[in-house]
């Protein structure tokens, strides 16, 4: 019975943040990208600098028509938004965020390869999304959404499996724990060639190439309305704030921290996701899109040698210590 | 489909050596989980729509990682994910997507040879069940005690009893990958005329297929 | 990833492109404005809530000072789009002194302009010999129906009123000839009346006080 309340408060705690944090991040995006361009931002939505407009938004999708296209794969079509949003509630539920035995949703031996592959999983509803939808926009979309996640995967893959050899696990919570502070140095190169990767899987700025709206509309998601879009919308703030923490998990240490590791740590994870998250946002204010020939280029001739070069360090500086 | 099958009748045969008649709640579920595995599998063959047809390959291969989590083989599980779902089958809606595979049935999605695919596939599907059960009959998983598939093991064992097998198999990725290159290059050098995009596509599928 | 060339207003440019630049600088400049712009004060006015501030000749609608129409039709003519409707009729007028002529006088009976067809050219203004077309600020006149644009000439009146002074003249400018000449016929009648009770503004008879002067925004607006 009690392990029972146990796993149900948990899912809830996970359910919960899944649910928030990405409104969060989405609001967070609304004020900071508009201060970033010398704007407001929303200011009316809940009286206090527009906090509510996210749910504003919210209530609007809900309050839109789901179009169906008649030409679309009918079945498909409804249920690509699903298969995008649940990779990313399966991925938070692995993501350690403080050093105690309770403070993840549940351990899994082969963290970052559950990770990693729940979230080719989910570009897997990109996909469906781009060939069910009938339109050659969303076609478009979907073939430059599986080009892009062929290339990019790879690199992820390597620098992930950098810092698996570094802790000599491949549990999330274990990476953790093994973390010291000159791992920072040691990792910076995996660091970043995962974090950009992850952003390209995200198909988030400067890599939107799959939903260019200035020239294929919305990609994928252009035949859709109301609610499922903002599933889809969802999952884009979603896969942040799992990229973030992924990144703070594996390469930024977690919980650790200057003081407080131990009553606190759950607050240095979230700084660092927070931190990261800002980074992410302000990434795409800065930057103009890459065209699709420069997204390849960069993921081949750039991050797969970096994440090789990565690993080759990672393995010289580990025998030399051992 | 092979591997489903097979997957079930391995089960059907562990089960059979302890006892049909107390199955244990993860037998059920492997076996549950077994039957809807061969029946996406099925699908997958016979549907006339071409990306249900990839669509329901994912189901297939997802239940096929179940199947590999009751067995406590996690690493193999998300393995499998990983790479079949998230690559092999993304390739698939790829190369699908290139060409004018139209939303609904394809009316020459049937192959004259049917029987003959049959022949084979039943075959092979034989032969696999035959030495899977006759190599693994006495076998059996502990799944309550210390896990016989979690990475660790699964590591210990390829490195230090497989490792022949592990780097042959490299080998034969790289020779894959190298010809890849060298085929679609040339294939390049000898079509200059034709239009750019189409002796790329093949060349660019085997690389990436020699890459994982 | 190419970096942006370097910018051409600064001095500095064409030594930055001989000396050798760290790879990712111009990644990092990015990265470098975005972050000062966030933290200075953003430039949104907000409209509703807070009314902008206009400059004085802003076009935003055209007020009339009929009091100074004489219905010379000049504005209506000249219009190129045609929104202007004027009406009115004859009166006469008694003589002035016994015995004289009778005279007639326009008199407006309507002044309609359709700002759904007005194209802002001010042409009309610029025409007007007697200073009763002004430009107003005021821009707040959306109508749901567009058939409602079409202002009459008591709102055009009302609109007057939002006309701002003109700008004051350069020191030591030359004295604007209406106030000259209003100044030199109060002079006169001061002379003419001995008894100085009714000091008169040197304005003054130019228009009543309360409203605003018709001559000096048509300075302004020259």
Not at chain 1, 77 to 103: H, K
Request: aromatic letters at 8%; charged letters at 15%.
């Amino acid at each position: 019975m009690n392990g029972a309340l146990d796993v149900a408060l948990r899912l809830l705690a996970v359910f919960v943040v899944f649910l928030t944090f990405p409104l969060i991040v989405g609001q967070t995006e609304h004020k900071v990208m508009a201060h970033m361009q010398g704007r407001l931002g929303p200011m009316y939505a809940g009286g206090f600098h527009g906090w509510a407009q996210l749910i504003a938004d919210g209530v609007k999708f809900a309050q839109k028509e789901d179009v169906v296209p008649t030409g679309a794969d009918r079945r498909i079509f409804q249920l690509a938004p699903a298969v995008a949003l649940l990779p990313y509630l399966l991925v938070l539920l692995v993501i350690p965020i403080g050093p105690s035995e309770g403070a993840v949703g549940q351990a899994v031996d082969a963290g970052i390869f559950f990770v990693l592959a729940v979230m080719g999983v989910g570009v897997l509803g990109s996909l469906m999304a781009g060939w069910a939808s009938a339109n050659k926009f969303s076609l478009l979309g979907g073939l430059r959404t599986a080009a892009q996640l062929l290339a990019y995967e790879l690199p992820m893959l390597l620098a992930a499996a950098s810092v698996a050899m570094a802790a000599g696990t491949v549990s999330l919570p274990g990476i953790t724990a093994a973390f010291e502070w000159w791992w920072l140095p040691w990792q910076i190169i995996g660091a970043l060639v995962f974090f950009v990767a992850g952003l390209a899987e995200l198909q988030r700025p400067p890599f939107d190439m799959p939903v260019a709206d200035s020239e294929i509309i919305f990609g994928a998601y252009t035949e859709y309305t109301g609610l499922r879009f903002a599933l889809f919308l969802l999952a884009e703030y979603a896969g942040i704030i799992v990229l973030c923490g992924l990144t703070t998990v594996l390469f930024l240490g977690g919980w650790h921290g200057p003081w407080g590791a131990v009553g606190l740590g759950w607050l240095w994870t979230l700084v660092k996701t927070a931190l990261l998250a800002f980074v992410v946002i302000w990434l795409r204010v800065t930057y103009p899109r890459l065209r699709e020939d420069q997204l390849q280029k960069l993921s081949w001739t750039v991050l797969v040698p970096l994440a090789l070069v990565q690993i080759a360090l990672t393995g010289i500086v580990k025998v030399m210590i051992s | 489909m092979t591997p489903a099958s097979a997957a079930l009748t391995t089960a059907t045969a562990a089960a059979g050596t302890h006892g049909f008649l107390s199955p244990t709640g993860v037998e059920i579920a492997f076996l549950l989980v077994g039957i809807a595995t061969f029946g996406a599998a099925l699908v997958t063959v016979t549907t006339k729509q071409l990306v249900h047809a990839a669509l329901w390959l994912v189901a297939t291969l997802g239940g096929l990682a179940v199947e590999y989590l009751l067995l406590t083989a996690e690493f193999i599980a998300w393995v499998q994910v990983l790479i079949y779902v998230g690559s092999v089958v993304v390739l698939l809606l790829f190369g699908l997507m290139l060409t004018k595979a139209p939303i609904g049935p394809s009316p020459d999605a049937d192959s004259g040879n049917r029987w003959a695919a049959l022949t084979v596939a039943v075959a092979a599907a034989g032969a696999l069940v035959w030495v899977v059960v006759d190599a693994f009959r006495t076998t059996w998983i502990d799944l309550s005690g210390p896990a016989s598939g979690s990475t660790k093991v699964t590591g210990a064992s390829l490195f230090r009893y497989w490792v022949l097998p592990f780097e042959a198999l490299s080998v034969l990725l790289l020779t894959a990958l190298v010809g890849a290159i060298v085929l679609s290059r040339k294939a390049k050098a000898d079509t200059t005329p034709t239009p750019a995009g189409t002796p790329t596509v093949p060349g660019s599928r085997r690389e990436k297929e020699g890459a994982r | 990833m190419s970096r942006p060339s370097p910018d051409p207003r600064h001095p500095s440019a064409p030594a930055e492109r001989t000396r050798k630049s760290i790879p990712g600088s111009g990644l990092a400049k990015g990265l470098a404005v975005t972050l000062r712009t966030m933290t200075k004060k953003s430039v949104t006015e907000q409209y509703p809530d807070t009314q902008p501030a206009l400059p004085p000749r802003s076009r935003g609608v055209i007020g009339l000072f009929e009091e100074n129409c004489t219905v010379c039709m000049l504005c209506a003519r000249e219009c190129p789009d045609w929104c202007i409707y004027i009406d009115s009729h004859k009166e006469t007028v008694p003589p002035a002194t016994p015995g004289g002529r009778e005279r007639s006088r326009n008199v407006l009976d309507r002044f309609a302009i359709d700002f759904s067809l007005c194209m802002y050219c001010g042409i009309c203004i610029e025409v007007c010999p007697f200073d009763a077309l002004f430009w107003s600020p005021e821009f707040e006149y959306a109508e749901t129906d567009i058939r409602d644009l079409t202002h009459e000439r008591d709102k055009l009146r009302e609109w007057m009123w939002t006309v701002p002074a003109p700008p004051a003249l350069d020191a030591g400018a030359e004295e604007p000839k209406e106030i000259a000449a209003a100044r030199k016929t109060a002079e006169k009648l001061a002379a003419a009346q001995p008894n100085p009770t009714d000091p008169t503004d040197p304005t003054g008879p130019t228009g009543p006080a309360s409203s605003p002067d018709p001559t000096d925004p048509r300075k302004g607006e020259s």
